[in-house]
């Protein structure tokens, strides 16, 4: 009950074709968050979502929050050799008590140029 | 404006020593969440500090520990090293008051290895 499953887990697309990867949680979130982390490199903050059936979109990003707050996916239209990285949800639930941030175990995605 | 700003950048223990890990939060943030990523993992919350007090702590043994002082800057200790705890350690600030519905903002880590 205290994880948050993401997949797949690797995705490896040619670039310009679209990619997607889903959030999963057993439990309703508070809120989801998006990272991306590059090789080698940190996670850093794309997104966050609130509200149920939530929609937000960031040039070629689109980000959605499913009805029952207990779902997200991240959808990136024809990718670029920029996208390259791992894609992290994190979703914000009660844990014995506490709110706390549970990552997804990413999806990474490499491209072909 | 510095962001958040961890060392060392790598280090090597054996198995039984010890590591102390450092975090400078990003100016204005007075609140330091420290996480364990494995491998081709997501990050694994260990624990997070506010006025200089722990306040959430993860599924970790004692042997990991930790510190903030009055700077808000954060230490992360861990005892008798095992090889599992080989793993790139972030650093993560925010603003308590903004926690609960605020982003993170992460350090670059300190990539730990055990032999």
């Known amino acids: 009950g205290q994880q948050v499953m993401q997949i797949p887990q690797y995705q490896h697309v040619q670039e310009g074709e679209d990619f997607t990867t889903y959030c999963n949680s057993s439990t309703t979130l508070s809120n989801i968050q998006w990272y991306k982390q590059r090789p080698g490199g940190h996670p850093v903050f794309l997104i966050q979502?609130?509200?149920?059936?939530e929609v937000k979109k960031q040039k070629r990003l689109t980000f959605q929050f499913g009805e029952a707050k207990k779902n997200s996916s991240l959808h990136i239209t024809a990718t670029q050799t920029t996208d390259v990285g791992t894609y992290f949800c994190?979703?914000?639930?009660?844990?014995?008590?506490?709110?706390?941030?549970?990552f997804g175990q990413g999806t990474r995605l490499t491209i072909n140029p | 404006d510095a962001g958040v700003t961890q060392s060392p950048t790598h280090l090597i223990k054996t198995r039984g020593q010890q590591v102390t890990l450092r975090c400078s939060p990003k100016s204005g943030h007075d609140t330091v969440s420290w996480y364990q990523q494995a491998l081709g993992q997501g990050p694994q919350f260990i624990f997070q500090y506010y006025e200089e007090e722990e306040r959430q702590r993860g599924n970790f043994p004692d042997r990991f520990s930790g510190h903030q002082f009055p700077n808000y800057s954060s230490e992360l200790n861990v005892n008798a090293l095992l090889l599992g705890d080989s793993a790139l350690y972030l650093c993560?600030?925010?603003?308590?008051?903004?926690?609960?519905?605020?982003?993170?903002?992460f350090g670059e880590g300190s990539r730990l290895t055990v032999l």
């Open positions: 993560a600030s925010s603003l308590l008051v903004v926690l609960r519905a605020g982003e993170l903002f």
């Open positions: 979502l609130v509200k149920s059936g």
């Open positions: 994190a979703g914000r639930k009660i844990i014995q008590g506490a709110q706390k941030l549970v």
